[in-house]
């Protein structure tokens, strides 16, 4: 009967948390939580390792996305410590998106498990235990974030902290090998988590010096000479290897990111620190009432035992009194630290340790923060359900329904849990793009998808990268937490030409070398596997001069890429790169795109130029005078008569410029505008 007592409270509210939350995430696995775009990025990392696994990949930090740069995997997380789940279930037969279900449901199971196990071994009862864990493992703050699946495994979180705590708490001093290995294992599952969890071990480390600073050291150092000789030969090569590995992980990062000068602008992690609003306001990684109701009645309790004789909590011989009062120490030692108040936040002073600013999301340290949080939460249930008398079982199982609904309820109804993909949406994405590769494939190609009109570019990126992997192919596409030099991922005109330009400045490549790597390219647009992509049409007649109305106004604006936002007909471009994309007239037969140009130079050393492209396919270069009337005889390919819209690019040429003064940048004193456009038979 003891057994079945202890049991139920673990059984329930796994299956609340794993099945709950974790398979109603993955529709019962058929979708993938979150939209096309990061859950797409985090399948591409783990289909690599697999592939690495499997001896398909040849480099394990190279993935073959942004090709040709190397090292691309330490842009992002890279899923080292929680792949093995993955390429499991990859080498029963698993599908990419299945196994990424089932990686996604283990992860969130691991979690529950090691937080309920860690908890019992610090002697929380039963039901308090496993309420715990289900706030560590699926409170609301964990599913604010669906789309960014590398931050479910956390389950070396409860195990690294028990290590820790034991070890500098309990004169057990060894047991810091054994944590050093977790905190290892946390970084490779994840960076961001990984640093957190120093955070976090930190505050707990001045928690527990502050709480007996005369007698902290000394007790440690007393431990640690009573220690066996080969327990202390075991924690220091444990904590030599986790903290070894460590290093080297966080190392490799900090070569990729001096070698590409990856940083994030103050501002923009600014903007990510968070506030008390943060996760006690209207957000999406608000607490939730149920948890901040029992925290609040925790900390009522905590204070109020200062002024009562009766300790807290009532067991103090089980649980250790010291724990709990670091904990609430520790989280507001993590508070002070990285929240934000007003305008300022110590946090900032951080920022001036290396390798800290690759850290933007600073909010996300709640998925760490949730742990003392989720023990804080558990001495309170302990209390309260110690205030029932035992043998009073109807109360008691009143109330424990009562905490349960508390903890439990918001998370289980949040809209959060659905917010996924299916499969067959992903599966579709790639499934259109089949087609348009040739056959046979060149075996040295090299995958380049073209941005889709309408949608935003990193799904097209992904696009590429998945399909690329499908067809083992590298790939120019990419798309991750950073981007090599050079690269504008973010601009709508982007194509082939700036990816093997921004490689050849960076490896200082030749243009033969270049040439090279075009020619092998395998160029697919996905455009071409969609209707007109337009919500207007031009005029029947032949010959027509443009008639269409504010271009700002039209979907898509026709001045597609290169001019500000809202732009309108007469507007000054002000890119590189200039594209038109312009639905052909219904009726008419138009052969001949005519265009009068005006350009704006700024540069006596530069003779203006631009190369025409149509449909990325190069046309010729024009050489233009802002003298002169500059008019563009442009004939038509069959290919865009066919589908029935044009897409122009005009490319203010670097040739002039670099041969008179060498100083390529002098090209940005350069614009164009469209003064006159007609269709002609």
Request: hydrophobic content about 45%; overall charge positive.
């Amino acid at each position: 009967m003891r057994s079945l007592k202890q049991a139920f409270p673990f059984t329930l509210f796994f299956l609340l948390a794993v099945v709950g939350y974790g398979v109603r995430s993955v529709d019962w696995f058929t979708a993938i939580p979150g939209n096309l775009g990061d859950p797409r990025l985090n399948s591409v990392f783990l289909e690599h390792l697999y592939g690495w696994v499997i001896g398909r990949n040849a480099s394990l930090w190279s993935p073959q996305f942004f090709y040709p740069f190397q090292n691309v995997l330490a842009f992002s997380d890279n899923h080292f410590g929680s792949a093995i789940v993955y390429v499991f279930f990859r080498i029963l037969g698993f599908t990419r998106e299945g196994a990424m279900s089932g990686w996604i449901v283990i992860g969130c199971a691991l979690n529950f498990i090691a937080s309920y196990w860690i908890l019992r071994k610090l002697k929380f009862a039963c039901f308090a235990a496993a309420a715990a864990a289900f706030i560590f493992t699926a409170a609301l703050p964990i599913l604010g974030d669906p789309n960014h699946a590398q931050l479910i495994y956390r389950f070396a979180i409860p195990l690294c902290f028990y290590y820790f705590w034991i070890a500098i708490q309990e004169g057990q001093p060894a047991k810091l090998g054994i944590a050093a290995l977790w905190f290892a294992e946390q970084f490779f599952c994840s960076i961001y988590l990984g640093v957190f969890l120093s955070y976090f071990l930190l505050a707990t480390l001045i928690a527990s010096i502050l709480l007996d600073p005369k007698r902290f050291f000394l007790h440690m150092w007393h431990s640690w000479q009573l220690e066996p000789l080969i327990n202390k030969y075991l924690a220091i090569s444990a904590s030599v290897a986790g903290l070894g590995l460590t290093t080297l992980l966080l190392w490799k990062y900090q070569l990729v990111s001096a070698e590409h000068a990856l940083s994030w602008p103050f501002e923009q992690i600014d903007n990510q620190v968070p506030s008390l609003r943060t996760f006690f306001g209207p957000t999406d990684f608000f607490l939730g009432y149920g948890v901040i109701g029992i925290l609040g009645m925790g900390a009522f309790l905590f204070g109020w035992s200062f002024f009562r004789s009766k300790p807290y909590p009532p067991l103090t011989n089980s649980i250790s009194s010291s724990l709990q009062k670091a904990m609430w120490i520790t989280v507001a030692i993590v508070i002070v630290i990285t929240f934000k108040f007003d305008n300022f936040s110590f946090y900032y002073l951080l920022l001036k340790i290396p390798g800290i600013d690759a850290i933007r999301f600073v909010y996300r340290i709640i998925f760490v923060l949730i742990w003392p949080l989720a023990i804080l939460a558990g001495f309170t249930l302990q209390e309260l359900l110690s205030y029932i008398n035992p043998k009073a079982l109807k109360t008691q199982y009143c109330c424990m329904g009562l905490l349960t609904g508390m903890v439990c309820a918001e998370s289980l109804l949040s809209p959060k849990i659905d917010e996924h993909t299916s499969f067959i949406k992903w599966r579709n994405r790639i499934n259109l793009l089949r087609p348009l590769l040739p056959n046979p494939l060149s075996p040295a190609g090299i995958l380049f998808v073209h941005n889709r009109i309408h949608e935003e570019n990193a799904l097209t990126e992904l696009d590429g990268m998945v399909l690329a992997q499908e067809i083992n192919r590298p790939t120019l596409n990419g798309f991750s937490g950073h981007e090599p030099t050079g690269y504008h991922q973010a601009s709508l005109c982007f194509s082939y030409r700036d990816r093997i330009k921004a490689y050849q400045r960076y490896a200082k490549i030749s243009n033969a070398d270049s040439n090279a790597l075009i020619e092998r390219l395998l160029h697919i647009d996905p455009n071409l596997t969609k209707d007109k992509p337009f919500s207007y049409s031009t005029s029947v007649n032949i010959p027509i001069e443009i008639n269409y109305p504010n271009p700002a106004k039209l979907t898509p604006n026709p001045l597609y890429c290169g001019w500000p936002s809202m732009a309108t007909w007469e507007t000054w471009s002000k890119g590189m790169v200039n594209g038109l994309l312009l639905p052909l007239p219904i009726e008419g037969n138009p052969q001949v795109l005519e265009l009068e140009i005006g350009i704006q130079n700024n540069s006596p050393l530069l003779t203006p130029a631009i190369d025409l492209w149509i449909d990325n396919s190069w046309q010729q270069t024009f050489t233009l005078d802002q003298t002169k009337q500059n008019r563009l005889m442009i004939k038509i390919p069959v290919s865009s008569q066919e589908k029935g819209w044009i897409f122009v690019e005009m490319e203010l040429s670097q040739s002039s410029a670099t041969r008179i003064s060498d100083k390529p940048s002098e090209i940005s004193m350069s614009a164009i505008k469209i003064k006159k456009l007609r269709f002609l038979p």
